[in-house]
C-alpha cells in the first residue's frame, strides 16, 4: 500500500546527506526542471502529511518522517534562497506551494505534542525535539527572505502595469 511506498522513500531520504541534495540539486539540466521537481516535491510532500499514511498507534514512524521530511524541507528552502528568490528569477507559485507544505507540516495532527499524554510527550521530545519549532523558525526565516523580495517585485510590477 502507500504506507510502503512511504517507508521505502522516508529510508532513502534519511540516509541522505547535505552532499546528496547538493549533488542531486546541480545534476538538474534547466531551472525550469529543478522548478518542476520542487513544485512536484512540496505537492506529494504536503498530500503525504496530509493522508497520515500509517496507523495512529504507529508514533515511532510518524516521527521518523516528519524528521526525514523536515530535513529535506531545510535543504529544499536553501536551493529557493538561492535560486528563485531574486526578483530577476522569483517564482511566486514555488514560494506558495513551499508555505503551504510548511504551514501543513507545522500543523499536522501528530505534531500537536499537547494533545499527548505527559509520557508520551516527553518521550518524542527527548528522543525527536519539537519539530514545531524548527519548521516555524524555518517559516520565519523564508518569510523574512521573502518579504524583501516581494517589496521589490511589488513595486517592479505596479510599475510595469502603470506603463499601459
Sequence with gaps: GESNFVACMTAILSQMEHSHYTNYINAFQTRQDLMDFLMETFIMFKDLIGKNVYPPDWMVMSMVQNRVFLRAISQYAETLNKMFLNSNCFELQLWNNYFHLTVAFLTQESLQLENFSNAKRAAIICKYGDMRGIIGA??????????KTLDFYFSYQSATLSIF
Design 138 to 147: 524555518g517559516i520565519r526565516d523564508m518569510w523574512y527572505n521573502l518579504g
